[in-house]
T-cell receptor, first 110, second 115 residues
Framework: RKEVEQDPGPFNVPEGATVAFNCTYS??????FFWYRQDCRKEPKLLMS???SGNEDGRFTAQLNRASQYISLLIRDSKLSDSATYLC???????????FGPGTRLSVLP | DTGVSQNPRHKITKRGQNVTFRCDPI?????LYWYRQTLGQGPEFLTY????????KSRLLSDRFSAERPKGSFSTLEIQRTEQGDSAMYLC?????????????FGQGTRLTVV
């Protein structure tokens, strides 16, 4: 079993739709959590950190449930430019290895 | 632009040749990571430096792979006797130090093709 698992995807949604991504992690010692987006053949770019209380950045909302070892990302009013692969990332101890999930690909269709 | 640069951006090499990649992180980043990514997969951890000390190595890092970070600034990743299975994107990331970052910031990667 992989340490970080994500919805297999791909997700194909129309513009304006709301889409949710799920992620689970197996190491209960994980301390910090992130969502990255990656465009085709480009490097991963930080989308947002995920805080225990949940956090929002514009159309993006991230939630963390430490008891269930579950992280989510919600994208509202999706845009064509949101099309990318979304990577869930956990870090066991600040500054040590960042562990990536396999990613979930999103295609937003006109 | 994260300020992390990698060179070269692309490398095509014949099987059996040695290759070396370079990563220049933001000067303030004291932690530097190397990852490998193949198509359809998330990045896989290879190794990690805190300043010049190599603190962790993945079992993916076979004896053909070696990484250095002299003086705690730029880093190099060398692959000896390349194999076709080494074809991948090699990503470098930096974090920590005076920036206070806890997130990893990636360079644009080096895409290796072994023919």
């Amino acid at each position: 079993r992989k340490e970080v698992e994500q919805d297999p995807g791909p997700f194909n949604v129309p513009e304006g739709a709301t889409v949710a991504f799920n992620c689970t992690y197996s190491n209960s010692a994980s301390q910090s959590f992130f969502w990255y987006r990656q465009d085709c053949r480009k490097e991963p770019k930080l989308l947002m950190s995920v805080y225990s209380s949940g956090n929002e950045d514009g159309r993006f909302t991230a939630q963390l449930n430490r008891a269930s070892q579950y992280i989510s990302l919600l994208i509202r009013d999706s845009k064509l430019s949101d099309s990318a692969t979304y990577l869930c990332v956990v870090n066991h101890n600040y500054g040590q290895n960042f562990v990536f999930g396999p990613g979930t690909r999103l295609s937003v269709l006109p | 632009d994260t300020g992390v640069s990698q060179n070269p951006r692309h490398k095509i090499t014949k099987r059996g040749q040695n290759v070396t990649f370079r990563c220049d992180p933001i000067s303030e980043h004291n932690r530097l990571y190397w990852y490998r990514q193949t198509l359809g997969q998330g990045p896989e951890f290879l190794t990690y430096f805190q300043n010049e000390a190599q603190l962790e190595k993945s079992r993916l890092l076979s004896d053909r792979f070696s990484a250095e970070r002299p003086k705690g600034s730029f880093s190099t990743l060398e692959i000896q006797r390349t194999e076709q299975g080494d074809s991948a994107m090699y990503l470098c990331a930096g974090t920590g130090g005076k920036t206070g970052h806890t997130e990893a910031f990636f360079g644009q990667g080096t895409r290796l093709t072994v023919v």
